[in-house]
């Protein structure tokens, strides 16, 4: 199971979605949010690989 995946917005545009979080994924503090598909798609992609198998076990803590 990936945790990153894409969903699409109601402007037609995608978002890439924490599926741990439920919250928009971020890069470099930006949310991955008004994306096309492709780009997308690359940013999930490459998130998932960068996380390591372990952390997708971790869930994160509530407040």
Do not use: C, Q
């Not at 992609?45 to 076990?57: I, K, V």
């Amino acid at each position: 199971m990936r945790r990153y995946k894409i969903l699409p917005s109601e402007s037609g545009l995608w978002y890439v979605i924490d599926s741990l979080t439920g919250l928009p994924a971020e890069r470099y503090g930006r949310p991955l949010t008004g994306l096309t598909r492709y780009e997308a798609e690359e940013a999930a992609f490459n998130l998932s690989e960068s996380t390591p198998p372990w952390m997708a076990l971790v869930r994160p803590r509530r407040r």
